[in-house]
């Protein structure tokens, strides 16, 4: 084909001549073509059998979930469906159950493994909060203290904020640092005015003002809650 001829082909032309091409090439290539037909179908055939299974493993983590009611069943669920939507939720409830029944350890235990491996979970800032709770319980202030400010900074936007402000005002109470525990409950009444807590903050404030002063434990952790990094 002369150089002229191939300017003088039309759109329609130059298609033809293309598909002609194609066919020529599978039809010398026609083992090559087979086995990647057949790979290209046992990829979406393998495709489709994960997501069937992954389907399955996700429901019957529901439905185990759904039937549990002791701390045992949920452990179970924890244990035989990780990673399922239906873990965090199981791994809340075990909490809950395991704090029922006054094993403060474990259960909190669980709320730190749902809040460190569920971090965006919508129930990682409670956990976080019962976490505080359960460790200052314990009169394991430090380890309160890193859960509650975790919670604080991490989720400023939630529900648990204010209550975790508040817890972490009390554990600096116990641990006699009461300007930070000022500054905690300052920030909860600057923050979350309207929180019902923000009232008993500024109880918490009046009473620390008319106090003795007081001799701080932890001078290394002064100057507000930039304390231990949080876990």
């Not at 002791?70 to 873990?87: F, H, L, Q, R």
């Not at 403060?104 to 979970?121: C, D, I, N, V």
Request: proline share 5%; net charge negative; hydrophobic share 45%.
């Amino acid at each position: 084909m002369s150089r002229r001829d191939r300017f003088d082909q039309t759109p329609e032309d130059s298609f033809v001549l293309a598909a002609y091409q194609l066919f020529d090439w599978v039809g010398r290539h026609r083992a090559l073509c087979a086995a990647a037909a057949v790979a290209a179908a046992g990829a979406v055939l393998a495709g489709m059998a994960y997501l069937n299974q992954l389907r399955a493993y996700n429901e019957n983590a529901a439905i185990a979930l759904d039937a549990a009611g002791t701390s045992a069943e949920y452990k179970a669920v924890v244990d035989t469906y990780p990673g399922s939507p239906a873990e965090p939720a199981a791994l809340f409830r075990l909490g809950r159950k395991l704090a029922d029944e006054e094993r403060y350890q474990e259960a909190g235990e669980a709320f730190a493994l749902l809040a460190r491996s569920y971090p965006a979970h919508h129930l990682a800032p409670d956990a976080l909060v019962f976490a505080g709770m359960l460790c200052a319980q314990q009169k394991k202030f430090d380890e309160a203290e890193k859960r509650y400010r975790g919670a604080a900074e991490r989720y400023p936007g939630s529900f648990s904020a204010p209550r975790a402000l508040l817890g972490l005002g009390a554990c600096y109470e116990e641990m006699r640092r009461p300007d930070d525990a000022k500054a905690a409950y300052g920030k909860l009444v600057a923050d979350y005015g309207s929180s019902d807590l923000a009232k008993d903050a500024e109880a918490r404030i009046s009473r620390l003002a008319q106090a003795p002063p007081a001799v701080e434990t932890n001078s290394a952790a002064k100057g507000g809650e930039g304390g231990a990094p949080v876990e």
